[in-house]
């Protein structure tokens, strides 16, 4: 039972989500050989760093790499009708987690949301979202509990097509919780819930308008790192004086860690992603890899009981409702609030 609400947590991710390319344009901006100059063909600014020669220079590597980007995703668009991936999530953050025995508590990083998607026919796709834990800790004594796998595990499969949202297998309409292969006009959908009202799948849905906060694109074979923020692009090299050691660590653990999703494209030497969040409370955060429009990191709302005495307050507002993921009262999560991040792709 929920009788308090905390922004710890979404401080947290914001900030870990934020941390390295907000560091890496705010420090290349104050950097004593940071160079910006006007484009004469438009009104963008573009930022070079120090192995660019000039900004005709940085202007046709910006126009070739987006050029690349898209005839990448037109080719994985053409193959989505052969589509049949499993998607391995890690929950980020601990969650709480309704069963037979009372709630439990997973730890932040030992459970999983793995996402089965294959294409059905049409735009259509069968999706089977799947909650994986083994360990969990019994709120009502706090002691350690090795549950069932038939509670532990647990599936919700849905339809789902792009641009839309999911489908109940009875065809009710739940919202676009998960968006997935697309990167325009993106929303959320949440279950709206009066405090001290059980939040269900017959609750009305509010969809809020996801904007996107910047994109970020990794050249992992020239080593070179492109930022876009509004109209200022910003481009960072490991002959960076200043942050040459920051950008080397950046690309390899980007290297490493985006390897599955850029094995999908037809450009695996490039990883690029935007960042979304939710136009107004509650918030959303989305990464959403650019040439696939597969998420890489969701954080979002879960399905909490919230009691009639408990103050919610967004925008220093307080409300007298709560507004619930979908997928989280789909799969039994009662936690505030869930963060989910893509670790690994099965075909």
């Known amino acids: 039972m929920v009788n308090k609400l905390s922004r710890g ?83 980020a953050i601990a969650i709480i987690v309704e069963s037979p025995f009372g709630d439990v508590l997973v730890p932040a990083n030992s459970s999983k949301l793995l996402v089965h998607v294959e294409k059905t026919n049409g735009s259509t796709f069968l999706v089977e979202f799947t909650l994986k834990f083994d360990e969990a800790v019994l709120l009502e004594n706090h002691s350690m ?66 904007e996107k906060v910047d994109t970020v694109i990794a050249d992992l074979k020239n080593k070179i790192i492109v930022s876009q923020l509004g109209n ?24 490493k860690t985006s390897l599955p999703v850029r094995r999908l494209t037809s450009c695996p030497s490039i990883y690029a992603v935007e960042h979304y969040q939710s136009s107004e409370a509650p918030v959303m955060l989305l990464t959403i890899n650019l040439p696939t429009g597969i998420p890489t990191f969701l954080y979002s709302t879960g399905c909490p009981r919230i009691i009639p005495s408990t103050k919610v307050t967004w925008n220093n507002q307080e409300q007298d409702y709560y507004l619930h993921s979908p997928l989280a009262c789909l799969l039994g999560i009662r936690s505030l609030d869930i963060a989910v991040e893509l670790e690994n792709i099965y075909p």
């Not at 200022?232 to 290297?255: C, D, M, W």
């Open 9 to 91: 947590k979404i401080l947290a991710v914001l900030f870990c989500l934020s941390l390295i390319v907000l560091s890496l344009i705010i420090l290349h901006y104050i950097s004593p050989s940071r160079e910006a100059v006007q484009s004469p063909e438009s009104t963008n600014t573009t930022t070079r760093s120090s192995n660019m020669g000039n900004t005709d220079d940085a202007d046709k590597y910006i126009s070739l790499i987006e050029m690349t980007l898209n005839e990448c995703r037109i080719d994985f668009q053409k193959r989505l009708p052969e589509l049949s991936v499993i998607l391995e999530y890690r929950f």
């Open 145 to 210: 509990v090795l549950l069932p796998q038939s509670i532990s595990t647990r599936k919700a499969v849905l339809q789902y097509v792009p641009g839309k949202g999911y489908y109940l297998p009875n065809g009710k309409y739940l919202g676009n919780f998960f968006p997935m292969f697309e990167v325009e006009n993106l929303q959320a959908s949440f279950i709206y819930a009066k405090k001290g009202e059980w939040p269900t799948l017959d609750n009305d849905l509010k969809t809020l308008r996801l």
């Open 232 to 255: 200022t692009s910003t481009i960072l090299s490991p002959a960076n004086e200043t942050l040459g050691p920051r950008i080397v660590a950046y690309l390899e653990n980007i290297s």
